[in-house]
């Protein structure tokens, strides 16, 4: 008896899922990824397309290519998540599997700053990384500002990087002597999820550059006509040209299906990624509450006989201790979890939440790494 997996999202955990899943199952068994996009874009590679060393079309491709590698994919927006049902409606029409991944991501919410999208421009979006490319261009001198406009987000290292990216074209350009850069981080120091040595060392990357560096400094409004940014702790600052990275939150059909919790995330078992309401239920990490895996990279390269002795190894006990605890016997993890590094979390806990101690950063350096957790039908 063939059974099937829906797959919300075809974003970097859902293509990664999905192939990982194709894999590990028997023929007649369906993979389905849902998308409302055309493309599958590749995020880190949006700071390149921010100074203009890659074009859209460089790291973009259809997801309709997925069909060639036995994965069904249906175009359409999700409006609603059954879990109880195992269910989800894309565009008001209901479609049933027997197990789900939720693979959205994370929602960006400028609109919860006042003036945020209004007096600014996003590099976490294509078609605000394609706008910055077109002011720096422009851009003959003044101040520059680079905000984080929540302590949380996906991509730790992306702003820093940005920053560093923005500054070396204003160099290349000639104009960094007429510049002033900024960086105002809700954050009290760079990636925080990486522990206090990482964060001084990048710390000190980004000051080497003379851009000068503003922690805890969370942003309450902005005012677009007078360009000017206000912080909740009564400090003020003026910009010429404002990037930033956006406010993030669950999806709405996430948040309406009741898989969230007072902290607006989805609470989950680190070790299989289950929701905890619905046990029987997968969630991708992305915009989960969980501690981030140790063995749960997927890269193109092949590992070494040692290393898939111990990858084999350590996945066999991981599975067979989920089995032990009660684990639903479907559900089947292929990564083994590390300790959570709560304890190099500036609040001293773990926060659950995208861009602290739960998520790893994959700068556009780390072009080639998609970090998921694979589950496995039984």
């Known amino acids: 008896m063939s059974r099937s997996v829906l797959i919300l999202g075809a974003g970097l955990g859902g293509v990664v899922a999905a192939e990982a899943l194709r894999k590990l199952l028997p023929a007649e068994d369906r993979v389905t990824v849902v998308d409302r996009a055309e493309s ?7 700071l390149w397309l921010m100074v203009g060393t890659r ?6 491709r259809p997801i309709a290519r997925l069909a060639g590698r036995g994965i069904e994919v249906l175009r359409g927006e999700v409006t609603r998540i059954d879990p109880q049902a195992v269910a989800a409606e894309i565009d008001a029409k209901k479609i049933s599997a027997d197990a789900m991944v939720i693979a959205l991501g994370a929602a960006y919410a400028p609109e919860a700053i006042p003036g945020l999208a209004e007096a600014g421009l996003s590099f976490y979006t294509l078609e605000g990384a394609a706008a910055i490319h077109a002011e720096l261009e422009k851009f003959s001198g003044g101040r520059l500002v680079v905000l984080t406009a929540a302590p949380q987000y996906k991509c730790p290292a992306g702003p820093y ?3 560093l990216l923005a500054e070396d ?3 290349r350009k000639g104009v960094r002597g007429s510049t002033e850069i900024d960086f105002y981080a809700a954050e009290p120091a760079p990636m925080v999820v990486a522990g206090p040595e990482m964060g001084r060392a990048v710390r000190g990357l980004i000051e080497g550059r003379g851009i000068r560096y503003h922690p805890e400094h969370q942003v309450a409004s902005v005012e677009a006509a007078s360009r000017t940014l206000r912080f909740a702790n009564g400090a003020t600052a003026q910009f010429d040209l404002l990037l930033y990275v956006p406010p993030h939150r669950a999806p ?7 898989l969230t919790n007072e902290l607006g995330w989805v609470p989950v078992d680190r070790h299989t990624l289950q929701t905890s309401r619905w046990a029987a239920r997968c969630r991708r990490r992305a915009c989960s509450r969980t501690a981030k895996p140790r063995w749960s990279r997927t890269t193109s390269r ?11 190894s350590t996945a066999a006990a991981c599975a067979s201790s989920r089995r032990a605890a009660g684990a639903p016997a479907w559900v089947r993890a292929i990564s083994t979890p590390s300790r959570c590094r709560a304890s190099r979390c500036a609040a001293r806990a773990c926060c659950g939440t995208p861009g602290r101690c739960c998520t790893r950063s994959t700068g556009s350096g780390a072009g080639s790494r998609a970090y998921v957790r694979a589950i496995r039908l039984e």
């Not at 709405?252 to 009741?258: T, Y």
């Not at 092949?302 to 084999?312: D, E, M, Y």
């Open 252 to 258: 709405a059909p996430v948040r309406e299906a009741g």
């Open 302 to 312: 092949t590992p070494g006989p040692a290393k898939a002795r111990r990858g084999a």
């Open 169 to 171: 074209f204003l160099a």
């Open 55 to 60: 074009a859209a079309g460089d790291f973009s």
């Open 40 to 46: 599958h874009l590749f995020p880190p590679s949006l």
């Open 161 to 163: 990087e940005a920053a």
